[in-house]
């Protein structure tokens, strides 16, 4: 489970020339709570710029926040910033992989960062290869792969430690229908499976077929957040996307 | 420290796997010094033999006979007699001659009653190989002609030589050599171990926010301080390694390139004993760790490679002053020295060389060279701690 109450983040820059500098603070987020339950899939919707990715960066312990706490698997992030990473999986567009290594050798860094017992790691990791179709391109290094095969092995990075906790910012994104489609399944399994996922997509039709509960960020701030069937039941547009674009220009 | 050699093991697994830094880190330091031995005394005697060969050509007027007859003995000069004054400097610049030697019109007169002449000689300064060699001639002609006079004379040879200098050297040869090229030595390893930081540690750092790798490490449940760690260490691998490897170089060149003076190749051979090997070694550890410390922490900012190179390249500057410094005549390695950076290893390594260090300024200079690697990895976790510069 993921609660997030009043998190705030803000970047202080320097502006000017010479010797005149002002100091200029900004709030990439502003004041966000929401929460996130085990065996649903949350979905995060923004326009770019809007916040996300710095509250989803907060969440996994990568930058801290100016103020507010996150609790993730009960633990708070504050307190215990590598214990929250050890229960996180986090893949974003700006999560890449290590280009001269292979599937195999990424796997087993990850698998050794996280303390992997050996043979629970193997198993897991022939699993995802299977799953995923990475076993023909295990040995072949991440700098001579496609886009679609890096994707695969990003996923497989992000699930090898059987996190309690997922982040997945646009994992299909660039993605052929059946590479998308078998990470799809991927996500559903984590839902089934009990897992707390955050999913984050500017593709309606993915949002539409995985997501449980919906917030929309905009400008830093939370515009909407509740449930996805009653996001539906309130829309007044024809699609989704309609109604998106109309509530972050309307806020 | 379990979390840190994994780290180390990953970082140095991918920049091994760099050609760029395979060719910069192993290959160029191992070959640098062999080539520039081998190839320095190869280049030298080249040149050597060959402007031994080289016909020169000499214009004379009013020349005497018996220098004429010198002249003329090397069938390589190529002798031009002038009758009257001419335009010599003309005559050099298009090439019609290389030389002019003057004798006075009063030549022979002043040498028959011992009185002292002049001879012009018109040349042009850059020529080394035709002024030296012309030197020689007009050194043996004088000679020759005081040895006459001596005889005409009648004075004994012992009468004109009042005094003779004789040297006797009290400084071992080792040492001798050691004060004289020991600065050399750490002006090609610091450079190449600079190199190999700086290729290192913008890979690792500007490179890592270029492939988009970053967050993907900050992801992991390591500290920030074991991840910059991770990569200070394996930066100053990369910078040791080159540096050990040209050492490595310099001890097989001297031992497999044929052409080094004996007595150069003796008195080096003495100088790289284990025991100065291990000193030297010892005093780049830390100063490879000082100098990752302080090229991650300037290019933590960077968001290219491009822009990696111009903020951390001039540095080489305060690099390459102190080791200038350190070759010059009159500045020696005392406390004042001992405790600033590169200037104390260009110093330290003469004196190390040359066997007449002092133990006491070593180990301060030691744990002067750590002082500052701490500092540097300091400041460059405080850089990298920097969310806004690592991210950007």
């Known amino acids: 489970m993921i609660r997030i109450e009043n998190l705030t983040k803000s970047f202080t820059s320097k502006t000017g020339k010479g010797l005149k500098k002002e100091t200029v603070t900004v709030n990439a987020v502003n004041s966000v709570s929401f929460e996130c339950k085990p065996g649903r899939i949350f979905s995060l919707l923004g326009p770019n710029g809007?916040?996300?990715?710095?509250?989803?960066?907060?969440?996994?312990?990568?930058?801290?926040?100016?103020?507010?706490?996150?609790?993730?698997d009960n633990i708070a992030i504050a307190k215990g910033n590598n214990e929250v990473k050890k229960r996180i999986g986090f893949l974003t567009g700006s999560t890449g992989l290590y280009e001269r290594l292979n599937p195999d050798e990424t796997l087993d860094f990850i698998g050794k960062i996280y303390q992997l017992p050996i043979k629970e790691y193997q198993e897991r990791k022939e699993y995802l290869f299977e799953k995923l179709g990475i076993n023909e391109f295990r040995k072949k290094r991440l700098g001579q792969m496609s886009t679609g095969m890096k994707q695969k092995v990003s996923i497989a990075r992000t699930l090898i430690h059987d996190p309690e906790v997922l982040i997945f910012d646009?994992?299909?994104?660039?993605?052929?229908?059946?590479?998308?489609?078998?990470?799809?399944?991927?996500?559903?399994?984590?839902?089934?499976?009990?897992?707390?996922?955050?999913?984050?997509?500017?593709?309606?039709?993915?949002?539409?077929?995985?997501?449980?509960?919906?917030?929309?960020?905009?400008?830093?701030?939370?515009?909407?957040?509740?449930?996805?069937?009653?996001?539906?039941k309130e829309m007044t547009a024809p699609n989704l996307t309609q109604e998106f674009i109309n509530r972050v220009k309307q806020a | 420290?379990?979390?840190?050699?994994?780290?180390?093991?990953?970082?140095?697994?991918?920049?091994?796997?760099?050609?760029?830094?395979?060719?910069?880190?192993?290959?160029?330091?191992?070959?640098?010094?062999?080539?520039?031995?081998?190839?320095?005394?190869?280049?030298?005697?080249m040149i050597q033999e060959s402007n031994q060969q080289k016909t020169i050509k000499i214009g004379l007027l009013n020349a005497p006979e018996d220098f004429k007859q010198l002249v003329a003995k090397d069938t390589l000069h190529e002798v031009t007699i002038f009758e009257e004054n001419q335009d010599f400097k003309s005559l050099i610049n298009s090439g019609d001659i290389q030389t002019a030697l003057v004798f006075s019109s009063d030549w022979s007169t002043k040498m028959d009653s011992l009185e002292t002449s002049e001879v012009l000689v018109h040349r042009n300064g850059t020529k080394d190989n035709i002024n030296s060699r012309v030197s020689k001639l007009l050194d043996a002609y004088s000679d020759k002609l005081k040895t006459n006079r001596i005889a005409t004379l009648n004075i004994p040879v012992e009468k004109m030589n009042p005094m003779v200098q004789t040297f006797v050297e009290v400084s071992e040869q080792k040492e001798l050599i050691g004060k004289r090229i020991g600065g050399f030595i750490p002006y090609i390893f610091i450079l190449t171990m600079w190199g190999g930081c700086l290729l290192a540690a913008i890979d690792l750092v500007t490179g890592e926010k270029e492939r988009k790798t970053i967050e993907t490490t900050l992801s992991l449940p390591v500290s920030k301080f074991s991840v910059l760690m991770g990569k200070a260490i394996v930066a100053s691998i990369l910078g040791f390694v080159p540096a050990l490897l040209n050492l490595i170089g310099l001890i097989v060149g001297l031992n497999f390139i044929e052409g080094i003076p004996d007595n150069f190749k003796m008195a080096l051979t003495e100088m790289l004993n284990p025991q100065s090997i291990v000193m030297i070694l010892l005093l780049l550890i830390p100063f490879s760790l000082f100098l990752s410390g302080l090229i991650i922490a300037l290019v933590a900012g960077a968001t290219s490679f491009k822009e990696a190179q111009s903020k951390a390249s001039p540095i080489i500057i305060l690099i390459i002053i102190p080791l200038v410094m350190a070759l010059m005549p009159g500045i020696e390695f005392t406390w004042s020295t001992v405790f600033i950076p590169v200037l104390n290893i260009g110093l330290g390594v003469k004196e190390i060389m040359a066997g007449t260090v002092n133990i006491a300024m070593y180990i301060a200079m030691l744990v002067s060279l750590i002082a500052f690697a701490v500092a540097a990895i300091y400041f460059s976790y405080k850089k990298f701690s920097d969310e806004s510069a690592i991210l950007s």
């Open chain 1, 50 to 72: 809007a916040g996300k990715t710095t509250t989803l960066r907060m969440i996994a312990g990568i930058i801290k926040p100016t103020s507010g706490t996150a609790v993730v």
């Open chain 1, 170 to 232: 646009e994992p299909t994104s660039g993605l052929d229908v059946i590479t998308a489609d078998s990470i799809i399944d991927l996500i559903r399994e984590s839902k089934d499976n009990n897992k707390t996922v955050i999913f984050s997509s500017h593709i309606m039709s993915e949002v539409d077929l995985l997501c449980d509960d919906l917030a929309i960020i905009s400008k830093g701030s939370i515009i909407y957040n509740d449930s996805f069937e009653t996001f539906k």
């Open chain 2, 1 to 45: 420290m379990r979390d840190l050699l994994i780290i180390v093991k990953k970082e140095l697994t991918e920049l091994l796997r760099d050609k760029k830094t395979i060719i910069n880190s192993i290959v160029l330091p191992t070959l640098l010094i062999p080539i520039l031995m081998f190839g320095g005394f190869k280049v030298s005697k």
